[in-house]
């Protein structure tokens, strides 16, 4: 029979091992893939990236990576590459009208792939880059 009191310990037992991490199914999203090689878009291939504020898809038979790649002039030589990953469960998240979004379940990340909204748990994931006035190379991290 559950009391009160059981049902109190049992929760604040979950809860303590959902903080900690140690369960699955505890809202604890998926470890994102790693991109195990460098990858080198030149401007003259991809002429959008030339351009503050514009984003190129790379896909992953050019990348080598799980899902596609956005990589985004921000402008003042610097660029930024999130990679479409959602931790829910593993799909592609694709362009939204303000940012990203999940078609699986509806995750929501802003422009800057911070999670906005689950079921996911964590930001898209991020990738150094590297420019040389010709050259957007996204760097390997693993
Ligand atoms: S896999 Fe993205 S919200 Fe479920």
Do not use: W
């Not at 809860?15 to 505890?26: D, F, P, W, Y």
């Not at 503050?52 to 956005?70: F, K, L």
């Amino acid at each position: 029979m559950t009391t009160r009191r059981s049902f109190l310990i049992a929760s604040a037992t979950a809860a303590g091992a959902c903080a900690a991490g140690a369960l699955s199914g505890c809202g604890a999203g998926l470890t994102a893939p790693r991109l195990k090689n460098d990858v080198v878009l030149t401007l003259t291939e991809f002429p959008a990236l030339a351009t503050e504020g514009r984003t190129v898809t790379v896909s992953p038979s050019r990348s080598g990576y799980a899902v596609a790649i956005y990589v985004r002039n921000e402008g003042g030589g610097l660029y930024s590459a999130l990679g479409g990953y959602c931790d829910h469960e593993g799909c592609e998240v694709g362009p939204s009208a303000t940012g990203f979004q999940c078609p699986c379940h509806g995750a929501r990340f802003a422009i800057d792939g911070a999670l906005l909204s689950g079921p996911a748990t964590d930001d898209m994931p991020a990738f150094q880059t590297t420019f040389d006035g010709e050259t957007v190379t996204v760097l390997a991290n693993g």
